[in-house]
């Protein structure tokens, strides 16, 4: 599963990338340092053997002679695993001289047939030593003089201290490509997070324009990611028109209508009776409603943001005076503990048509009392609690109460639009409207809604 972060997982790629190519680096100087120390060695044995051939000659009778001298000291140290050794080859000549080394003992030799001599008259092969260790062995046979007196040199080294040098080589080796792979992964980390700064600049510009304290992005950024802040600011450019116009369109719709609604409660009055009883309320609620909304568009013109916030503690406390006098009978009770300083993330008449249709709606049924609370939910919501001590009602109830239009109790004054709309202002924030018992005996309205900070 890859990361989420953008940083982790260019951090995790290059890391991957950077530690294969170590790998891959290491396994070639490795392998190319083995190769070399191996024909280092052939070499090495290659030129003692040479020396050795100059440094030995035969007497009168045949018999070996000489005093090598091939310049390492391990040819001197018995049982070094470094030896060499000069034997007759023909019977016309007699003798053996070896290395101090080799200390009188002798190292067998392989059959002819099995490793041939060839056009140089040399032959290799790999013999166990004196110590367990494994011997590389170079021979080669060399006519000493006209009468044809033939000697056997042979030069052998120990491959076990060269695997040993092999081994401690690449120790060394993972240790430094170790430390440079350790250190290229914190250079490309430190280099990945410089370089992405920019990203949190504009995460935070952002954050600036949702909680109103800037209309648009900043610029200045990269190159890369200028075109980002330019298409976003002309994304914010385009919504604030729709909505303007959406604002317009409202406003007009509703002065439109003041005229017609006049008509009707001037011709109310006229008709008289029930009937013009009923005119004439219903004409004095849509005049109401057309009032709020044209308030409405007028206080939305005059902010040229598309991003709001609004201070719930003040906005409550407000909505709960008025409440509390168009209902002197009733305790309406807000506790502002629990609210401190939550600021609501949209617009300050949607918080207030919520919280008023559910005050509204709790002074209609409550016997004799209504409390309201705020509180903080999770990292990016409050919580708005409205709770009276009526009837309440059924689950069934419930779901028709939330229908829009639809009234419970067609005795009580009202339009039914009250938690239709709450849940219709709700949902246009991704909020949630929940209905439940209240522990007053009435119903509990609990409305989640999007908060700042």
Same mark, same amino acid.
């Given at each position: #599963?890859?990361?989420?972060?953008?940083?982790?997982?260019?951090?995790?790629?290059? $890391?991957?990338?950077?530690?294969?190519?170590?790998?891959?680096?290491?396994?070639?100087?490795?392998?190319?340092?083995?190769?070399?120390?191996?024909?280092?060695?052939?070499?090495?044995? *290659?030129?003692?053997?040479?020396?050795?051939?100059?440094?030995? $000659?035969?007497?009168?009778? *045949?018999?070996?002679?000489?005093? &090598?001298?091939?310049? %390492?000291?391990?040819?001197? =140290? &018995?049982?070094?695993?470094?030896?060499?050794?000069?034997?007759?080859?023909?019977?016309?000549? !007699?003798?053996?001289?070896?290395?101090? !080394?080799?200390?009188?003992?002798?190292? &067998?030799?392989?059959?002819?047939? %099995?490793?041939?001599?060839?056009? #140089?008259?040399? =032959?290799?092969?790999?013999?166990?030593?004196?110590?367990?260790? #494994?011997?590389?062995?170079?021979?080669?046979?060399?006519?000493?003089?006209?009468?044809?007196?033939?000697?056997?040199?042979?030069?052998?080294?120990?491959?076990? $201290?060269?695997?040993?040098?092999?081994?401690?080589?690449?120790?060394?080796?993972?240790?430094?490509?170790?430390?440079? *792979?350790?250190?290229?992964?914190?250079?490309?980390?430190?280099?990945?997070?410089?370089?992405?700064?920019?990203?949190?600049?504009?995460?935070? !510009?952002? @954050?600036?324009?949702?909680?109103?304290?800037?209309?648009?992005?900043?610029?200045?950024?990269?190159?890369?990611?200028? &075109?980002?802040?330019?298409?976003?600011?002309?994304?914010?450019?385009?919504?604030?028109?729709?909505?303007?116009?959406?604002?317009?369109?409202?406003?007009?719709? /509703?002065?439109?209508?003041?005229?017609?609604?006049?008509?009707?409660?001037?011709?109310?009055?006229?008709?008289?009776?029930?009937?013009?009883?009923?005119?004439?309320?219903?004409?004095?609620? #849509?005049?109401?409603?057309?009032?709020?909304?044209?308030?409405? /568009?007028?206080?939305? @013109?005059?902010?040229?943001?598309?991003?709001?916030?609004?201070?719930?503690?003040?906005?409550?406390?407000?909505?709960?005076?008025?409440?509390?006098?168009?209902?002197?009978?009733?305790?309406?009770?807000?506790?502002?503990?629990?609210?401190? %300083?939550?600021?609501?993330?949209?617009?300050?008449?949607?918080?207030?048509?919520?919280?008023?249709?559910?005050?509204?709606?709790?002074?209609?049924?409550?016997? !004799?009392?209504? $409390?309201?609370?705020?509180?903080?939910?999770?990292?990016?919501?409050? /919580?708005?609690?409205?709770?009276?001590?009526?009837?309440?009602?059924?689950?069934?109830?419930?779901?028709?109460?939330?229908?829009?239009?639809?009234?419970?109790?067609?005795?009580?004054?009202?339009?039914?639009?009250?938690?239709?709309?709450? =849940?219709?202002?709700?949902?246009?924030?991704?909020?949630?409207?929940?209905?439940?018992?209240?522990?007053?005996?009435?119903?509990?309205?609990?409305?989640?809604?999007?908060?700042?900070?």
């Amino acid at each position: #599963m890859q990361p989420r972060s953008l940083t982790a997982r260019v951090i995790l790629l290059t $890391s991957i990338w950077a530690i294969l190519a170590l790998f891959v680096v290491g396994v070639l100087i490795s392998t190319l340092y083995e190769r070399t120390a191996r024909q280092g060695f052939e070499n090495l044995l *290659g030129a003692q053997l040479y020396n050795l051939v100059n440094a030995v $000659s035969v007497d009168d009778d *045949g018999r070996l002679q000489g005093n &090598p001298d091939l310049g %390492d000291l391990r040819y001197a =140290r &018995p049982l070094s695993g470094w030896y060499w050794e000069v034997l007759p080859a023909s019977d016309n000549t !007699s003798g053996r001289l070896t290395s101090a !080394s080799l200390v009188l003992l002798t190292i &067998p030799q392989a059959p002819v047939a %099995d490793f041939p001599f060839d056009q #140089m008259y040399r =032959r290799s092969y790999e013999q166990a030593g004196l110590n367990g260790e #494994m011997l590389e062995v170079l021979e080669t046979e060399v006519v000493l003089d006209s009468e044809n007196h033939t000697a056997r040199f042979r030069v052998m080294g120990s491959l076990s $201290s060269v695997a040993d040098d092999i081994r401690a080589f690449d120790r060394t080796l993972l240790y430094y490509l170790g430390t440079v *792979g350790l250190g290229t992964v914190l250079v490309n980390a430190v280099v990945l997070l410089v370089a992405l700064r920019p990203l949190a600049r504009v995460r935070a !510009s952002l @954050a600036e324009v949702r909680e109103g304290r800037s209309e648009r992005l900043r610029t200045g950024f990269p190159a890369e990611i200028e &075109p980002l802040a330019v298409e976003m600011n002309a994304l914010i450019d385009n919504n604030r028109r729709i909505v303007e116009r959406s604002r317009t369109q409202v406003g007009n719709l /509703a002065h439109s209508l003041k005229t017609p609604i006049a008509i009707l409660t001037n011709e109310a009055a006229t008709i008289g009776g029930e009937k013009g009883r009923v005119v004439d309320e219903q004409a004095v609620r #849509m005049k109401s409603q057309v009032q709020h909304y044209l308030d409405r /568009a007028r206080m939305a @013109a005059q902010t040229q943001s598309v991003v709001f916030r609004a201070p719930v503690r003040e906005v409550l406390e407000r909505i709960v005076r008025v409440v509390a006098k168009l209902n002197p009978d009733l305790n309406v009770a807000f506790d502002a503990t629990t609210t401190g %300083d939550l600021v609501f993330a949209g617009e300050r008449q949607d918080l207030e048509e919520v919280v008023g249709n559910l005050l509204d709606n709790a002074g209609k049924w409550a016997r !004799s009392k209504i $409390s309201l609370s705020c509180r903080a939910e999770g990292a990016d919501r409050l /919580a708005v609690i409205v709770e009276d001590d009526g009837p309440g009602l059924s689950i069934d109830e419930i779901r028709e109460a939330l229908k829009r239009g639809r009234r419970l109790d067609e005795a009580t004054p009202g339009s039914g639009l009250g938690l239709s709309i709450v =849940r219709d202002i709700t949902a246009e924030y991704r909020g949630m409207l929940e209905l439940t018992r209240s522990e007053l005996g009435g119903l509990a309205a609990k409305v989640v809604l999007p908060r700042i900070g």
